[in-house]
């Protein structure tokens, strides 16, 4: 088969070259897939480069990646399962994520096939390309987590995304929408069409507002770039509001790249800022048990339908990577193998 192969941690052009490799061999609770579309994401990009270096002594591999092929989540076919797996049939169009837990090591997308553990996955939604549905998994499980996790996010709840025309910011204004909130969404000016073709119900360009200076108040704050301090922040908290920060180094412009990236600065903004739990009376979260198949609900219901800037072939993922980290993408980036 085809896959992308990575060869040490450097830039992707260099690094990275596509080859024929054997096909995987399916373990006895895993699912071969044919790969017909994978996601671009940062957590990508930071292996790619090896940085921060903390990643490295995080499973990623010390002097070089331990699993060669880059991509996490994949959409695509089921080509053959191993003999504990029974949730799924050849010829049954899956979506998921290849591994769980913290995403800074490769896991194999890019490549024609992949192997995934069964429970990682879910049937394909039945209205979304694949392309589409690659495009959910990582992005969604993140901003499912920062919009749901302990209730944040209610119903006639006043919610603002900062970063919202990203891949993780673009699902969580629906998926804040789907839980009846009325959602701000905050990012550039040239992202503001994606804004409000997602269901905005109001959209605000940073290059010409500063939204913290407004007069609104928001009942929760998911904050993707973490770039603001929490002086500017806590003049637009409503009384017993919840803030959440994703947090993102650009791409290793912001933060110690070496150590830790902004792994610093994130923690201290998360200390000073007491808004990140729920009140108690705030209703259990919606997608405790099965967070991917909540999202193929909602993907099915019409309700959330990931935005795709760009389509990469799987011999142009240096390509993708590096137009991932100029950061004009409004939407996800998808990289198809087949």
Do not use: C
């Amino acid at each position: 088969m085809r896959a992308m192969i990575q060869h040490r941690y450097g830039p992707p052009e260099a690094v990275l070259e596509l080859m024929e490799v054997d096909r995987p061999e399916v373990g006895d609770e895993e699912v071969l897939v044919r790969v017909k579309a994978a996601s671009m994401h940062p957590d990508v990009w930071h292996v790619v480069h090896g940085w921060p270096y903390m990643l490295r002594l995080m499973g990623a591999g010390l002097r070089r990646p331990k699993v060669r092929v880059p991509g996490i989540d994949l959409a695509g076919r089921v080509e053959a399962t191993g003999k504990a797996a029974t949730r799924f049939q050849p010829g049954d169009e899956v979506f998921g994520e290849i591994v769980k837990g913290h995403q800074w090591k490769n896991a194999g997308a890019y490549a024609e096939y992949a192997i995934v553990p069964e429970e990682r996955l879910e049937l394909k939604p039945s209205n979304l390309s694949f392309e589409q549905a690659a495009a959910i998994p990582t992005s969604g499980l993140i901003a499912l987590q920062g919009v749901d996790r302990e209730g944040r996010a209610r119903s006639g709840d006043n919610v603002l995304v900062n970063g919202a025309g990203g891949a993780v910011g673009s699902l969580a204004v629906q998926i804040a929408k789907a839980l009846g909130a009325k959602v701000t969404a905050v990012d550039n000016s040239y992202k503001q069409d994606t804004l409000r073709s997602i269901g905005a119900d109001r959209v605000i360009d940073y290059t010409l507002e500063d939204f913290t200076l407004g007069d609104e108040r928001y009942d929760l704050i998911l904050d993707i770039p973490g770039n603001r301090s929490f002086d500017d922040l806590k003049r637009v908290i409503a009384p017993g509001g919840r803030y959440v920060l994703i947090g993102h180094d650009q791409y290793g412009a912001q933060g110690n790249r070496w150590i830790g990236g902004t792994i610093g600065s994130i923690l201290k903004l998360q200390l000073l800022a007491p808004f990140g739990r729920a009140p108690k009376d705030a209703p259990a979260p919606v997608a405790t048990a099965n967070p991917l198949a909540f999202l193929k609900e909602l993907a099915e219901a019409g309700k959330l339908t990931p935005a795709i800037d760009r389509a990469f072939p799987l011999a142009e993922v240096p390509e993708a990577i590096s137009y991932l980290a100029e950061g004009r993408a409004a939407g996800k980036i998808v990289i198809t193998a087949s």
